[in-house]
């Protein structure tokens, strides 16, 4: 067994691009999900290293001193960070040039050839689930005998071997909180309408709704819901209490934990022994009664992606939710005292001015505690991506996989006939300035701020990240629409 760095390299700054980070990109305020992708596998490599440089702020320097002592490294890359990961491989290369190389995550997942043809310090990519494709490297067998891999022979041809099957019994995968608490400070981890310290996992992976979207399902995850055991769940999550009695907040990141209710409902009754604070993904579309057993339960808050408030919107990216069906779930998470933060996006097929409005109203009267306002991203892989690349939507025709300004914030990606790019991303200021310069999320974020000291201290912090952001959403979309002036100018 050779020794294994798992390494999401240095980037933009402040830049997300952990597990749970559906947009890889820097946000509105410090944002930090943990590198779970890369943890599970490393859980599997003995002696094995996580280094995960963003949160941690861990320049090139430290990070190419650091890879020297490893005979593999394995970075998790993205598509708006691809070309930056290319550096670092190549400088870690260079430095000593018997290191192998390999690439995991969505972007290496759909596009291998591709992501090869990036740079020739790359030796190998890994396809769709790579837990094990990542220790079978690690273990120094052949590449050629390896399941899942994509490399380059030595006559420089790219191979791409036979699929990996899906893991079906995720039992059989080792729990990540000991690679957490070897590798990771979990106090740089930030997640803003989370309590913190926090801390997530999986407890299963997939996820069964058609989401056009969505990148986890539509590239790794699949869309079969496949989940660890209730007891093997709780099992970990009575062993993270003892390691790490600092966490205020605990959250299961799969795509969508409410998916199969009756095994959700058996791990919150499991969980409810334990005392602790948990969070989870959901879909809007769970009743009053469900909602209370799990806040008995010890249920927090719920992150739920409304997208948008135009129905024809909704259902042209197969979401599967009425927005009269969010409405009565909204209701009664609020009558059953559970936290909602809420996500929309911007810019889906086909927004007009109209639907934005739409949205914009549909989000206030809903009002839930907290928002993200994103910016529809077609990552290749996704059907988002192809419907997109067909319909002749894209904003920069040649580079589709352009999706974040160089200071590494999104930028709109899509346009349409009669919407350009330039107002879908001023539309972002917009939805968050008629949102919360509101009487009532004004008070709700006082209140909060006067209960605890900790948190009126982030708060402060936040808000002011918040409007810095905004500042630079404006700089940014100035500079692009003086590069689409000159574009015109020059045509």
């Not at 005292?337 to 949205?359: A, C, D, M, N």
């Not at 709109?412 to 972002?428: C, W």
Request: net charge neutral; proline share 5%; charged share 25%.
């Amino acid at each position: 067994m050779s020794r294994t760095l798992f390494l999401s390299p240095p980037s933009f700054d402040g830049f997300d691009g952990g597990a749970g980070a559906r947009y890889q990109a820097r946000r509105e305020v410090t944002s930090f999900w943990y590198p779970t992708w890369l943890a599970q596998p490393a859980a599997l490599v003995p002696e094995s290293k996580l280094m995960d440089c963003p949160p941690h702020d861990i320049g090139v320097k430290q990070c190419l001193e650091e890879a020297k002592n490893f005979d593999h490294v394995i970075i998790n890359t993205s598509t708006p960070s691809l070309k930056n990961d290319c550096k670092v491989a190549e400088a870690i290369k260079q430095q000593k040039p018997g290191t192998k190389i390999g690439f995991i995550g969505a972007h290496a997942a759909v596009l291998p050839t591709e992501t090869l043809k990036a740079s020739p310090s790359i030796d190998w990519v890994a396809r769709k689930e790579f837990d094990f494709t990542c220790k079978e490297v690690a273990e120094d067998r052949a590449l050629a005998e390896i399941d899942g891999l994509s490399y380059r022979n030595a006559e420089g041809k790219i191979i791409h071997n036979r699929e990996r099957e899906l893991i079906t019994n995720m039992d059989v995968l080792p729990w990540v909180v000991d690679t957490y608490k070897r590798d990771l400070q979990i106090e740089k981890y930030f997640i803003g309408y989370l309590l913190h310290p926090y801390l997530s996992l999986y407890t299963g992976r997939g996820c069964p709704a058609q989401c056009t979207f969505c990148l986890w399902p539509q590239t790794i995850g699949g869309h079969k819901y496949r989940v660890r055991s209730p007891e093997n769940v709780a099992g970990e999550m009575a062993y993270a209490k003892k390691l790490f009695p600092q966490v205020q907040e605990f959250f299961f990141d799969d795509d969508t934990f409410t998916a199969n209710l009756p095994r959700a409902r058996e791990i919150a009754k499991k969980l409810a022994p334990l005392g602790l604070t948990w969070s989870c993904n959901s879909r809007a579309n769970l009743d009053y009664d469900t909602i209370k057993f799990f806040k008995d339960s010890g249920l927090r808050l719920f992150l739920v992606g409304y997208e948008s408030g135009n129905q024809e919107i909704l259902n042209r990216i197969k979401k599967g939710i009425q927005l009269d069906e969010a409405r009565r779930f909204t209701k009664a998470c609020h009558e059953a005292g559970v936290v909602i933060h809420g996500t929309f996006i911007l810019g889906l097929p086909v927004e007009t001015r109209e639907t934005i409005e739409q949205t914009i109203r549909y989000a206030m009267d809903l009002d839930v505690f907290s928002i993200q306002v994103s910016l529809a991203a077609p990552y290749p892989g996704t059907e988002l991506y192809e419907m997109a690349r067909q319909n002749g939507w894209f904003a920069k025709k040649k580079d589709k996989t352009d999706i974040v300004h160089e200071d590494g914030f999104q930028q709109s990606s899509l346009e349409y006939p009669g919407l350009d790019k330039e107002e879908i991303f001023e539309a972002v200021d917009r939805f968050y300035r008629a949102y919360y310069l509101r009487p009532k999320p004004i008070l709700r974020i006082i209140k909060t701020m006067l209960e605890d000291k900790d948190i009126f201290v982030r708060r402060c912090r936040e808000g002011y990240e918040f409007f810095k952001s905004l500042r630079q959403r404006k700089v940014d979309l100035a500079a692009s629409r003086a590069v689409s002036a000159a574009a015109t100018a020059a045509a």
